[in-house]
């Protein structure tokens, strides 16, 4: 596929996904304004990320460090936001907080540590979102990382006093098991009821990072604030390797 036949493929994408959510928006009686699209690029190459930016998206996402650093030193000259969406170990900490203006998958108290102190070193303050697995067995953890809703206020208070670190609002991820499965609505709702409650102890937490590319319309029904979306933009061509 040549660049011309990429940019064009990439704008239909982009203006049907933009239909959608202005269509959910308008459904739940809500500004267009109010909701936030991000690209997730995982996978796919730093021309990619250029054409977006091209085309006027300004918020991307990776949830591989091994393949966001280097992306995202290539598209160091854009204006973009990077956030970072998958699980996270400590000790790619010190890499993501280089690039990532915010981390959406806070899910432990020694994670809250290590971007901290990542966060003060490097002499920048780093967004965070509390992911909320609605699929939390009785070790307070979800299949794809997370933590219960009665570990959020938890964690949300140590993000709070860590230096370095912004408590932006919560994550979550519609669970493949569990009460929530198979019921997208159902697990947004909740998890806006989780924001609700959290904005009680901290007002200025009012990010709420849900739904993809088969569920962005339930995510803003909700009253999601940003969407994920991949594959409804990126395509299913033949990803970077």
Known sequence: MTDRDRRAELTANLGRVEERIATACRAAGRPREDVTLIVVTKTYPADDVRL??????????????????PKAAECADLDLTWHFVGQLQTNKVRSVTGYAQVVQSVDRLKLVGALSGAAERAGRELGCLIQVALDAGADGRGERGGVGPDGVAELADAVAKAPGLALGGLMT?????????????????????????????????????????????????????????????????????
């Open 173 to 241: 991820v519609a669970p493949l098991s569990g009460e929530y499965a198979g019921r997208q609505r159902a697990a947004f709702d909740r998890l806006v009821d989780i924001s609700a409650r959290l904005r009680e102890a901290h007002p200025a937490a009012t990010m709420v990072s849900a739904g993809m590319s088969a569920d962005l319309e339930d995510a803003v029904a909700a009253g999601a604030t940003h969407v994920r979306i991949g594959t409804a933009v990126l395509g299913r061509r033949p990803p970077l390797r």
């Open 52 to 69: 977006l930016h091209e085309l006027g998206v300004r918020h991307v996402a990776e949830n591989r460090d091994q393949d966001a650093a």
